[in-house]
């Protein structure tokens, strides 16, 4: 979508005190950016594949190039990312089958393959419960093909991780919707229009842009930041209790990751 994207990523990387520095990707151009991003300064990158099968990926993304995106998997291993994750999203019916075959992506150490919840975030409205794998049976489903041992989940961390009792690597469960993590939740995101979101799962969004326009002061946006933090919803959990239409859900398409 930005073609000096890692002229973005330079200047983002000098920011004094950033301490984490990482891309969340489909990866369809990675092949070709991965070294510039990687001189520019980017430290770690996630790709989201949803399928090791060529048509069944293309279904899911609307098209997607499958070959595109495993070279850019190959390039991000090449040019040393770390970490270097990928993102699967089973759906049941749709790719729960490749639950194993997915997690043997990680079994070698060079990629942590995190599974997720499916969520409701479609902007076409296909969401159900009854599409959801949760995250237990993920994990048996992957503990009939390699044993697995549990490490601690920091505060804050989105993940569940678990390491092969046989190999370097690690898996990672994401238990949005049957284990909420909203509790000790630290993410705070800005969308590309100026806006402030505490929570995906609420449509609220309270805008910098007036703010930064007007020439606000250091310790006004700060204060706005604050409030907007301590605005933050109850999550996931609370939200679907509440909310029988799914309209009140934003689209995931609309603020990313």
Same mark, same amino acid.
């Given at each position: 979508?930005?073609?000096?994207?890692?002229?973005?990523?330079?200047?983002? @990387?000098?920011?004094? =005190?950033?301490? +984490?520095?990482?891309?969340?990707?489909? =990866?369809?151009?990675? !092949?070709?950016?991965?070294? !510039?991003?990687?001189?520019?300064?980017?430290? /770690?990158?996630?790709?989201?594949?949803?399928?090791?099968?060529?048509?069944?990926?293309?279904?899911?993304?609307?098209?997607?190039?499958?070959?595109? *995106?495993?070279?850019?998997?190959? !390039?991000?291993?090449?040019?040393?990312?770390?970490?270097?994750?990928?993102?699967?999203?089973?759906?049941?019916?749709?790719?729960?089958?490749?639950?194993?075959?997915?997690?043997?992506?990680? *079994?070698?150490?060079?990629?942590?393959?995190?599974?997720?919840?499916?969520?409701?975030?479609? /902007? +076409?409205?296909?969401?159900?419960?009854?599409?959801?794998?949760?995250?237990?049976?993920?994990? $048996?489903?992957?503990?009939?093909?390699?044993?697995?041992?549990?490490?601690?989940?920091?505060?804050?961390?989105?993940?569940?991780?678990?390491?092969? $009792? $046989?190999?370097?690597?690690?898996? =990672?469960?994401?238990?949005?919707?049957?284990?909420?993590?909203?509790?000790?939740?630290?993410?705070?995101?800005?969308?590309?229009? @100026?806006?402030?979101?505490?929570?995906?799962?609420?449509?609220? /969004?309270?805008?910098?842009?007036?703010?930064?326009?007007?020439?606000?002061?250091?310790?006004?946006?700060?204060?706005?930041?604050?409030?907007?933090?301590?605005?933050?919803?109850? =999550?996931?959990?609370?939200?679907?209790?509440?909310?029988? +239409?799914?309209?009140?859900?934003?689209?995931?398409?609309?603020?990313? @990751?």
């Amino acid at each position: 979508m930005r073609r000096d994207i890692e002229e973005l990523v330079k200047l983002l @990387g000098e920011i004094p =005190g950033v301490r +984490q520095f990482s891309m969340t990707t489909n =990866g369809f151009l990675l !092949a070709e950016k991965a070294a !510039a991003l990687k001189r520019a300064g980017l430290k /770690g990158i996630t790709v989201s594949l949803h399928s090791l099968k060529p048509e069944r990926f293309s279904q899911i993304t609307g098209g997607g190039p499958y070959k595109k *995106v495993i070279d850019g998997i190959k !390039a991000a291993k090449s040019n040393g990312f770390t970490p270097l994750k990928i993102n699967a999203v089973i759906i049941r019916g749709c790719n729960d089958d490749e639950i194993a075959d997915l997690a043997s992506l990680a *079994v070698n150490g060079d990629v942590t393959v995190r599974f997720i919840e499916y969520m409701p975030f479609d /902007g +076409q409205r296909h969401w159900g419960m009854d599409k959801v794998v949760s995250g237990r049976e993920i994990v $048996e489903r992957i503990r009939e093909s390699y044993d697995l041992i549990p490490a601690p989940r920091p505060s804050g961390s989105t993940a569940q991780l678990y390491r092969f $009792e $046989e190999g370097n690597g690690e898996i =990672g469960v994401i238990t949005s919707i049957t284990q909420p993590f909203c509790s000790d939740c630290d993410r705070i995101r800005i969308s590309a229009d @100026g806006k402030i979101v505490p929570c995906l799962f609420d449509k609220t /969004g309270y805008d910098l842009r007036p703010l930064l326009r007007t020439g606000a002061s250091d310790a006004m946006i700060l204060e706005f930041m604050r409030d907007a933090v301590l605005r933050k919803t109850p =999550g996931v959990e609370t939200l679907l209790k509440k909310y029988t +239409q799914l309209e009140h859900i934003r689209p995931m398409h609309t603020i990313g @990751g």
